[in-house]
């Protein structure tokens, strides 16, 4: 590796070289400088001149690491690829030498080519071993040494592990002194200069329009180290020749090589290092050791060379068990959610930003050899920005193609571009790069991509000056962030909004064009949980059916406790995830399934486990929600409720602007049922009448004997049953008349209609319902929604077009979409305008009107998830409402249950079993009560007829603590209040038939009920 120089005229130059040394060392003996600094000075003068004709570099002190410890040899010597080929070691002269070589081998001094001496003695090590000891007087001994020092050519590397950690530590010299070479050439080479402008402009105009010629330089670099080591080690010397980018980098070289710089030789001062690699290399059969050098050499190449570029692009080479688990996951939902394989027709997959090619790799792996070619020529691609990536990508992808099929045909997939250039859609204004790689990127922009898998970059912005990069803007993908991502965002710093790996995340959602399909993605995940990224998060759930996170986390600044190489799957800082998100139309959305390993997991634990979890469907997932603050987490059901709107102004929290329903009353509590209520019309006039003149009668004697007497002590109990209000009514003394207009319809349980005396001093609590269903207003133009209360029944909720009953444990209250004044005048809607105004501006749909609104809230209390979710605050306060992704869903149920619930005496009965008994008069009247049996398949209606036929899904509508046939048949009884000895009698006289046409009734409104509920949205689970 030394330069030739002749073996005369280099001892000739040496002897001269060595005089003169002895000249400074008498000259500094003289000046009595007999100490290390002295007598260093003179001998590194030696040393660097000696080097010069080898072509080695004398650096002083240079600091170098061996083993993680500081070394700071006296002098290092580089060679013209940079490379380190010796060092030098002076002592003081009182210092005893061998002692002092002893130290320094212990704190880690390479002893494979070093010369330790004191001005008396010099020591050279080569090979680990002492292998001369001259006196340094002699001029002839201490030349011997020199030249023994300078012919020093390590070893082959025997080990190819060896190697591939040597090079791995060699790169960034490699590389600078590349670079060196390339400066020169701008500088000097005319044909290099022209080819070189030629090729920067395409670049520019193909890649990024502000790319900087540092950056091309680079480009050069990765050609010649890389080309060198496909060529050599991969044994592929066709591979610049028919790799479609390779062949236009090399016209380039070949210009710097034609005049100053003469490739060959130059490289041939790389054979040491490269041989020792090729020779390891060929005794490799297994490809996937040498691909596992290649994408160390990626990996390292860029962090060792050009540490910042390695940032702003990713370089990151994705560990085996990451892309095993996403590549498997990938497979796993393909089959699961849409029947298909990784090689269905309609499956188009692509890795955006390929690095190695390594997904790519691992996919072809997973497909059957049969189905290969197809898949490989048409549906299977690429993309990668960086040359040598793309041209290791290019090698490893074709080479398992090559083991699958023993064919070895170039990836046609492979597209050298900038993947958020393609949204650009600046088609046919600008090839990519060469007309090939053109043909190769339109072909990918026509393919129906269902399919996106890799591992974006995802640093911050662009770091490197030299790149220049730092304003590249992708106006159409940044545009798009800004429609989604930023306009839901409620952060004020939006600018990592625009991280690539965000920019990524925007594209591929994109990039399936509105079809069903995966994208699975391993980044940075702080948008999991920063504040920042609210808009990423509900976006994600709204652009896909159901979105999986594995958690890897190594948070650095989250937790300073962990090391990002110790603790971090990727060795950096930054939180790291794994993400798959599936849209699939025909489903209803999901919760997100959250998993994270344990946060002091080392990297190998973490890769362990996802090496053991396989696929994501093994993974014991966390349902999060996303809450009102735009955050992703495991809800707390009263976290969600908080952020919903208040039903009514009474239910208003400090929180809140305003409700949605201005006004709402409990249900009327009359005090007096048995009085007040009746089946019977009728009979009710006659008893209030009856009521009235007891009452009446009561005031009369209270006026003449009460005054100032205890009204409590005073009434007499065995004639009226007397509440609080009726008693304040006494005291006022306010008489009771009777009027034929005070009797109402009232919704006394839910199916169950009573004749109520609606009068103010009968009724005692009317609450505002009179505001609701004023006396003088036609009955009937009103809808309320009527909501149980309390914590003993289960919530529930039932729309009525009359008055309702406060209801028994707990109440009720009444929610009405018109309020009117007491006279039935000035008639108001109850939904607020500003409830208008958030269903508006949130569903973006000015066509929402109050009417939807009213049905929307009667829809989203019917759907299970909800029901069950919030039991608790249901038992405790009205409920609040969500805004549920499909409000037109929800309208439309709660419209279409409001028809059903409100007219359900109109519809056909169900059809059920007529089971009369045989030598009886068929008869409908309930004698008593109806009894169902207790597998509820027979319902008695009296010993005449038995009904059978009853679905048992009727069962499943239930209204607190019953289902609705439950309450009807509950209700339609004939009982006997024990107090005041009335009798309740539901039968009718003029419609005897109707009880059991009744049953019928409620059995379809049941089964209807049910069938609309199981229709909602997400069903059962999350509002969707
Ligand atoms: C994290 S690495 C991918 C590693 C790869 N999965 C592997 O195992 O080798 C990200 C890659 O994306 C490339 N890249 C960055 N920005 C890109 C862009 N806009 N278009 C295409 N590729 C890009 C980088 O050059 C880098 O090689």
């Not at 329009?209 to 050069?220: H, I, K, R, T």
């Not at 006004?663 to 009327?668: D, I, K, N, V």
């Not at 108001?828 to 208008?836: C, M």
Request: charge should be neutral.
């Amino acid at each position: 590796m030394a330069k030739n120089v002749p073996a005369g005229k280099q001892s000739k130059q040496l002897s001269k070289l060595i005089e003169k040394y002895y000249a400074d060392l008498a000259e500094f003996e003289h000046q009595r400088v007999m100490f290390e600094m002295g007598t260093r000075h003179a001998f590194h003068r030696l040393m660097a001149d000696a080097g010069k004709p080898h072509g080695w570099t004398l650096i002083a002190e240079q600091e170098k690491k061996v083993n993680g410890k500081t070394i700071r040899p006296d002098g290092t010597f580089k060679d013209q690829m940079n490379l380190v080929r010796g060092y030098w070691e002076a002592k003081d002269t009182q210092d005893k030498l061998d002692a002092e070589i002893e130290k320094k081998r212990k704190a880690g001094y390479p002893l494979n080519n070093i010369i330790f001496e004191d001005t008396q003695t010099a020591v050279l090590f080569q090979h680990g071993a002492r292998v001369l000891s001259v006196e340094m007087k002699d001029p002839v001994k201490l030349a011997e040494l020199i030249i023994q020092f300078f012919r020093y050519v390590e070893p082959e590397i025997e080990e190819f592990e060896q190697a591939v950690d040597e090079f791995k530590e060699r790169v960034p010299d490699l590389a600078q002194g590349l670079a060196k070479k390339i400066d020169e050439a701008h500088r000097t080479n005319r044909d290099f200069k022209k080819a070189f402008a030629d090729f920067f402009e395409l670049c520019q105009s193909s890649l990024n329009p502000n790319l900087s010629q540092a950056a091309v330089d680079e480009m050069l670099i990765q050609h010649i180290l890389t080309e060198r080591l496909i060529r050599e080690i991969f044994d592929n010397p066709e591979f610049v020749r028919r790799n479609v980018i390779a062949a236009e980098v090399e016209k380039v070289m070949l210009a710097m090589t034609s005049q100053s710089f003469d490739r060959k030789t130059y490289l041939k001062e790389l054979d040491r290092f490269y041989v020792a690699i090729e020779h390891a290399a060929r005794t490799m059969t297994d490809f996937s050791d040498k691909q596992h050098f290649l994408n160390t050499v990626y990996e390292r190449f860029f962090q060792g060379y050009s540490v910042k570029l390695a940032d702003t692009m990713g370089i990151v080479y994705t560990p085996q068990e990451i892309v095993d688990f996403m590549c498997a996951s990938v497979a796993e939902v393909l089959e699961k959610e849409f029947g298909k394989k990784l090689w269905s027709d309609d499956v188009y997959i692509i890795d955006p930003c390929t690095g190695t090619g390594n997904f790519i790799v691992n996919l072809i792996r997973r497909i059957p050899k049969a189905k290969l070619e197809s898949v490989y020529k048409h549906r299977l691609f690429a993309n990668e920005i960086m040359l040598l990536p793309y041209y290791i990508a290019a090698l490893n992808i074709e080479h398992a193609y090559y083991e699958q099929t023993g064919k070895y045909e170039s990836f046609e997939g492979l597209c050298f571009v900038d993947t958020l250039d393609l949204a650009e859609n600046r088609q046919g204004e600008l090839g990519f790069m060469t007309a090939k790689n053109s043909e190769r990127v339109e072909r990918q922009k026509k393919s129906p991509i269902t399919v996106v898998i890799g591992n974006p970059p995802y640093n911050v912005g662009q770091a490197n000056e030299n790149d220049n990069n730092k304003n590249r803007r992708y106006p159409a993908v940044d545009e798009r962030i800004r429609q989604t991502f930023a306009r839901d965002s409620r952060a004020t710093l939006k600018n990592k909004l625009y991280d690539p790996y965000v920019r990524f995340f925007r594209w591929a959602c994109d990039r399936l064009e509105g079809r069903d399909g995966v994208v699975c993605f391993v980044t940075n995940n702080s948008f999991v949980d920063q504040n920042t990224f609210d808009g990423v998060r509900k976006h994600l759930l709204k652009e896909f059916t159901f979105v999986h996170h594995v958690d890897l986390h190594g948070n650095v600044r989250q937790n300073p406790k962990l090391s990002g190489t110790t603790h971090n799957v990727f060795g950096i800082q930054v939180g790291v995830g794994i993400t798959i998100a599936v849209r699939k139309r025909s489903s209803d959305s999901k919760p997100v399934k959250y998993y994270r390993v344990p946060e002091t997991w080392r990297k190998e634990e973490k890769l362990g486990w996802l090496r053991d979890a396989g696929f994501a469907s093994k993974v014991e997932w966390t349902e999060f929600g996303l809450d009102g603050g735009g955050n992703w987490r495991q809800l707390d059901a009263s976290d969600d409720y908080d952020g919903f709107a208040a039903l009514t102004l009474k239910s208003l929290r400090a929180e809140d602007t305003q409700p949605i329903f201005d006004q709402a009353s409990p249900g009327l509590n009359s005090g007096r049922d048995s009085f007040v209520y009746s089946f019977d019309r009728e009979e009710l006039g006659a008893r209030v009448i009856i009521f009235c003149d007891l009452y009446n009668a009561e005031l009369d004697r209270y006026r003449r004997h009460g005054r100032g007497q205890n009204v409590d002590d005073f009434v007499d109990y065995s004639k009226i049953k007397w509440s609080e209000g009726l008693k304040n009514n006494l005291k006022r003394g306010r008489e009771a008349s009777f009027g034929e207009d005070m009797i109402a319809h009232c919704t006394y349980r839910p199916f169950t209609v009573k004749s109520l005396y609606y009068d103010e001093t009968l009724v005692d609590r009317p609450g505002l319902l009179r505001h609701f269903w004023p006396a003088s207003n036609a009955m009937g133009e009103n809808r309320a929604l009527w909501l149980k209360m309390g914590g003993e029944w289960p919530f529930f909720s039932l729309v009525t077009a009359n008055l309702v009953d406060y209801l028994p444990q707990g109440g009720s209250q009444v929610i009405p979409f018109y309020v009117y004044d007491e006279d039935g005048t000035n008639r108001r809607e109850n939904i607020t305008d500003w409830a208008l105004k958030q269903f508006r501006e949130h569903y973006k749909d000015k066509k929402i009107d109050k009417w939807g609104i009213f049905y929307y809230v009667y829809g989203v209390l019917h759907h299970p998830g909800y029901r069950e979710k919030f039991a608790d605050n249901l038992k405790r306060e009205l409920p609040r409402i969500p805004f549920a992704p499909d409000f037109k869903a929800f309208s439309k149920a709660g419209k279409k249950l409001a028809a059903l619930h409100l007219d359900y005496e109109q519809l056909d009965p169900w059809e059920l079993d007529f089971n009369e008994s045989p030598g009886m008069p068929l008869s409908y009247h309930v004698d008593d009560k109806m009894r169902l049996s207790k597998d509820k398949l027979r319902l008695t209606v009296n010993p005449s007829l038995t009904l059978t036929g009853i679905p048992p899904e009727a069962f499943n509508y239930r209204l607190g603590n019953r289902s609705a046939l439950e309450w009807v048949i509950d209700q339609y009884q004939i009982s006997t209040d024990k107090r005041s000895g009335i009798t309740s009698e539901p039968n009718r006289e003029d419609d005897p038939e109707y009880i059991v046409r009744l049953v019928g009734q409620v059995i379809r409104v049941s089964m209807e009920t049910v069938k609309i509920v199981e229709s909602l949205p997400g069903y059962e689970g999350e509002l969707a």
